[in-house]
């Protein structure tokens, strides 16, 4: 005698129903051509800010017209290089430098 006719345990009954059929991968993600963008950004930055003055305190309107355009355009070409499939954030920040160093920051786009 076999353990599951002696413990009363039996497998479930079989059903006619078809398997489920396999899920298919999903499609692969589309890639962002970042040093298309690096190399605008670096050509839109030297025509836009060449020959730029730091303002007057009084005159900050100035600066902030300089981060909206270069925000606006920078978008814009983001939006160019890949429309969809993305979510864009432009952050355009410009500061005075008083004497002490610099550094450049670089963000990436990620993908949805």
Known sequence: MSLASSTGFRSPARSNAASPSPVPPPPPRPTFDAELLKNYTKALLSTTLHSALWPDAKE????????????DRVKARMLEIQPTGFKYIVLTQINENLGQGGRSVHSRAYTL
Do not use: F, P
Not at 62 to 68: A, D, E, F, N, R
């Open 60 to 71: 900050r309107e100035t600066v902030k017209g300089w981060m909206k355009e270069i925000g």
